[in-house]
């Protein structure tokens, strides 16, 4: 997908206020007062805001997939591979937030293809994380724990990274790393 | 609180409607309807849906509050303590899975005394496990890490355990159990 600065400015304010009063209450007539534009100009750039939650959802969903695929398919490690699912997920949550709630609260506001093209993708990303697990409790990287409540546990607490790391900016990037690591991998006995 | 029986099914009959359409868009009629009464009959037990909504999130949070405060007060070990604590979790989630997704979902329905004494029972059990933790890392039994990560970690997964685990009947909740302790407690590696 290409987009243009105006475009991108479009996306990052719907994604603010998607995130704060949720996609049904948000209008464009709100989107283009917030960007301080008349919603007239905001048709010239976007024709909906259907598209615009596209655009958010679809373009951060591409990037997990394409960052995963790029993991599994690496002659990491399976302890390495995870340690870079983490980190993708703390680059992605640090960057983009906003976005990360809306394909979180939102996403089942997509429709059609776009919608069967994101459950693909949140189906697909799970089976690449489920594989990576499997060959580390193949190879005795991984303990041989259920592999369902392996997975579970560590993308609830990766998924809703977002919620709470916005109110915790105290801890650097670096330590939130670290321990996260430590903590889904290692535990904390 | 004390709960008849018709008012224990008009809340189970609501917490499963808000579960699936969401808080706001469920009405008298729609539980009258599906109790397969009349709506005036369901006012002889409810004053209003926020009332219902009170009853499903005030009990579920109240014993939460009430066990966690035990496990603090009690003499066993932290790990024992967190042990407790993941039971704790998956019990109400087997128990009334629909209530507890009312209470995530729809807590910020409630309003005026309902909301604060909520506010302050999710602050408390946050506040009781950070105890639980801080006095393992004072002993020795947990890492140390850095607190609020595994704080966040851990009940991140529990949770959402309603979320995932409605999916995934066919793990026994014993297998579950013995499960959760050991990725939440010993990690993967």
């Known amino acids: 997908m290409k987009i243009t600065d105006r475009k991108a400015e479009i996306i990052n ?3 603010k206020l998607f995130k704060e009063k949720g996609y049904s209450a948000v209008t464009m007539r709100d989107i283009a007062q917030a960007m301080d534009i008349k919603a007239a100009s905001l048709y010239n750039h976007i024709k909906s805001k259907q598209e615009i939650l596209v655009l958010i959802i679809i373009e951060i969903a591409e990037e997990f997939t394409s960052v995963i695929d ?5 002659s990491d490690s399976t302890i390495q591979k995870i340690e870079r699912v983490i980190q993708l997920h703390i680059d992605i949550t640090l960057r983009n937030s906003d976005a990360l709630a809306c394909l979180n609260n939102d996403w089942m506001h997509l429709t059609d293809d776009d919608l069967i093209y994101f459950i693909k993708m949140r189906n697909d990303y799970e089976e690449s994380f489920r594989q990576i697990i499997k060959t580390g409790i193949a ?3 991984i303990k041989n724990l259920n592999i369902e409540v392996i997975i579970f546990s560590t993308l609830s607490t990766l998924r809703t990274l977002y919620l709470w790391y916005g109110k915790k ?4 990037p670096e330590v939130l790393k ?3 690591i430590q903590v889904l991998l290692n ?3």
Chains 1, 2 share one sequence.
């Open 70 to 74: 790029e993991i599994l398919a690496s």
């Open 139 to 141: 190879n005795g990287e």
């Open 187 to 189: 535990g904390i006995v």
């Open 169 to 172: 900016k105290t801890i650097k």
């Open 178 to 180: 670290a321990n996260m």
């Open 13 to 15: 304010v719907a994604a």
